[in-house]
């Protein structure tokens, strides 16, 4: 009987002490998850809602609210590229040009698209004595971009397979080249190109600079107009392990981009005074105010599904792909996420928008 008893308080104590390893092991699980790494950049007046949800506390107050916290990870031009980053897991969540990212996603890129955030940040120019009026002329032409995966691509040969001009492998009636972004002014004015797209403030910028004439503008054209260039994304190794964590920063860039919407010049002054954009505070204050910070997530995922399906005819993204199970998963909604908001300066407050705003 004794030796019963002893064998018996044996097995509780090692299972006891199994339980308490389980159990720390379980917090220690819970605590790396109580920090969610956030991309930035600096230079972008496009990033103004992920440094207004910085600098504003935004991401430390909706994180606090479930007890985690934010920590920044810059993304360094001719440093590691966004991509890389989330592939080598040091960015749990962020915001940036969501087509950018299609091939890579359908490559394997382990990120989910969660709201729009804004509308209108990329221009197409011509030299001023250039003969193309539109994007109907640009058969046969060189196209200068900042990169050959670039939204800047991808919006254009969307457009161009509207105007029955070739963009895909077997019919590719345009030549992309890819230049430094500070340098694609350069290449437009000496003639290495015959159209260059750019984001801005570079694409503004360069038009003062010389006069060049617009030709494509996705904040004003018909077909991109009410398209989201830059949204919200998380990983899916936060949706897996902390999707409170994931619904939080959603809802602080949400915050942030009604907040830029409603005050561009004072977001404008925060950038410049942190280090985080330089320039002239008019110059930089009007071209804020000219893009369309009203964040949506239902309007966010009819502009991916928009994209993919058209890119999918272009064969940028594959044939194989099973298109509406990428949407499925590229694109998702949040338990405790709104559509977006709207900010009320005078009261200074955030009022939640829910329901379709298709």
Not at 13 to 26: E, P, Q
Not at 73 to 100: H, K, P
Not at 117 to 145: E, F, M, N, Q, W
């Amino acid at each position: 009987m004794k030796k019963s008893l002893i064998v018996f308080a044996a097995v509780l104590s090692v299972t006891a002490i199994a339980f308490t390893g389980c159990n720390k092991n379980k917090k220690a699980s819970a605590d790396a998850q109580k920090v969610v790494r956030i991309n930035f950049s600096t230079g972008s007046l496009c990033h103004a809602p992920v440094h207004v949800a910085m600098v504003n506390g935004l991401f430390d107050e909706e994180l606090g609210k479930i007890g985690q916290k934010a920590e920044y990870v810059q993304v360094v031009e001719g440093g590691a590229t966004l991509a890389e980053m989330i592939g080598s897991g040091n960015v749990d969540a962020g915001y940036g040009l969501y087509a950018t990212q299609l091939q890579a996603i359908e490559n394997g890129l382990p990120i989910t698209y969660t709201s729009g955030i804004h509308i209108g940040c990329t221009k197409y120019y011509v030299r001023k004595d250039s003969p193309i009026k539109s994007v109907a002329d640009l058969r046969g032409k060189k196209i200068g971009v900042p990169g050959l995966a670039d939204s800047s691509v991808m919006n254009l040969k969307r457009k161009l397979m509207d105007v029955g001009i070739g963009v895909t492998a077997d019919n590719n009636e345009v030549e992309f080249l890819a230049y430094a972004s500070s340098d694609l002014a350069i290449a437009l004015n000496n003639g290495a190109v015959d159209v260059i797209g750019a984001h801005d403030p570079i694409a503004t910028k360069g038009e003062l600079a010389y006069g060049f004439r617009k030709i494509l503008d996705t904040g004003t054209d018909e077909k991109f107009r009410n398209e989201y260039c830059c949204q919200q994304f998380v990983t899916h190794k936060l949706l897996t392990e902390n999707p409170a964590g994931a619904a939080a920063v959603t809802r602080a860039l949400q915050k942030a981009s009604a907040f830029v919407e409603a005050e561009p010049r004072l977001v404008a002054q925060l950038q410049i005074e942190n280090n985080l954009v330089a320039g002239d505070l008019d110059f930089n204050a009007a071209l804020l105010e000219e893009l369309n910070f009203q964040p949506s997530r239902s309007l966010g995922k009819k502009t991916f599904d928009n994209a993919a399906r058209q890119l999918q005819k272009a064969g940028i993204l594959k044939s194989s792909t099973n298109i509406e199970k990428f949407i499925e998963t590229g694109y998702i909604e949040l338990f405790g996420v709104p559509d977006g908001y709207v900010y009320d300066k005078e009261t200074k407050t955030y009022k939640e928008l829910n329901g379709s705003r298709l």
